[in-house]
């Protein structure tokens, strides 16, 4: 028996207004407030995650919830310590404006969420990935990004820490040692909302218009 179809939402001038204002002030976000989350609404965010597209459906991303404030620490610890050898790598002109960001909301964010790849799930049989397994990590990036929506439309502001060592990582959060780490979101209320990100504010670096990242053949 064949489901009923069902209709297209119509996704009208409006919707695609409004989504162009969600894209723009999604950002990445740093400074935090330290307002817990509503109860539930983490696993709200998660289930849309979920929708995100994969690799064969094989749905490869693992989500942790980091809770534990010594696992916390330790995570803080390894995010100073990594940070501080970035530091150290800049170029002398660069050096003094690096140390100057912020690139961690990780004393302030309520909630802490790692998220990693499962690199040989059995859902999904392997379709899609013979000849690029890659796809398993870009699965899970299309859950972050749209996790990372869906708490932009609730108020919530997401910062994705990667100033950190993947292998560290698996040992700090006991998960299965082949898991591989995708991303360490900060998730909580932004200080200070803004739609413009925070690193072009700071003179680090500028967005590039399309016309310099589009090529024909």
Same mark, same amino acid.
């Given at each position: 028996?064949?489901?009923?179809?069902?209709?297209?939402?119509?996704?009208?001038?409006?919707?695609?207004?409004?989504?162009?204002?969600? !894209?723009?002030?999604?950002?990445?976000?740093?400074?935090?407030?330290?307002?817990?989350?509503?109860?539930? +609404?983490?696993?709200? +965010?998660?289930? +849309?995650?979920?929708?995100?597209?994969?690799?064969?459906?094989?749905?490869?991303?693992?989500?942790?919830?980091?809770?534990?404030?010594?696992?916390?620490?330790?995570?803080?610890?390894?995010?100073?310590?990594?940070?501080?050898?970035?530091?150290?790598?800049?170029?002398?002109?660069?050096?003094?404006?690096?140390?100057?960001?912020?690139?961690?909301?990780?004393?302030?964010?309520?909630?802490?969420?790692?998220?990693?790849?499962?690199?040989?799930?059995?859902?999904?049989?392997?379709?899609?990935?013979?000849?690029?397994?890659?796809?398993?990590? /870009?699965?899970?990036?299309?859950?972050?990004?749209? +996790?990372?929506?869906?708490?932009?439309?609730?108020?919530?502001?997401?910062?994705?820490?990667?100033?950190?060592?993947?292998?560290?990582?698996?040992?700090? !959060?006991?998960?299965?040692?082949?898991?591989?780490?995708?991303? /360490?979101?900060?998730?909580?209320?932004?200080?200070?909302?803004?739609?413009?990100?925070? !690193?072009?504010?700071?003179?680090?670096?500028?967005?590039?218009?399309?016309?310099?990242?589009?090529?024909?053949?």
């Amino acid at each position: 028996m064949t489901a009923p179809d069902r209709p297209c939402p119509d996704f009208d001038a409006d919707f695609r207004a409004h989504f162009r204002d969600l !894209l723009v002030w999604r950002r990445d976000v740093r400074r935090f407030r330290t307002d817990p989350l509503p109860d539930g +609404l983490l696993e709200r +965010l998660l289930d +849309l995650a979920c929708l995100a597209p994969s690799v064969g459906l094989s749905q490869p991303w693992r989500f942790v919830r980091v809770d534990d404030p010594a696992r916390r620490d330790a995570v803080r610890m390894e995010f100073e310590r990594c940070n501080a050898e970035a530091l150290a790598a800049q170029a002398q002109d660069r050096a003094r404006l690096y140390a100057r960001l912020k690139l961690a909301g990780l004393r302030e964010a309520p909630c802490h969420l790692a998220v990693f790849v499962d690199p040989d799930p059995t859902q999904g049989a392997g379709l899609g990935r013979r000849t690029m397994p890659e796809t398993l990590a /870009y699965s899970a990036v299309a859950a972050i990004q749209t +996790l990372w929506l869906a708490a932009r439309a609730e108020g919530i502001g997401l910062g994705w820490v990667s100033i950190l060592r993947p292998e560290v990582m698996n040992g700090l !959060l006991a998960v299965p040692a082949e898991w591989r780490l995708v991303g /360490y979101l900060c998730i909580g209320y932004p200080a200070e909302p803004d739609d413009v990100p925070e !690193l072009e504010r700071a003179h680090w670096e500028q967005r590039h218009p399309l016309s310099d990242v589009l090529f024909q053949r």
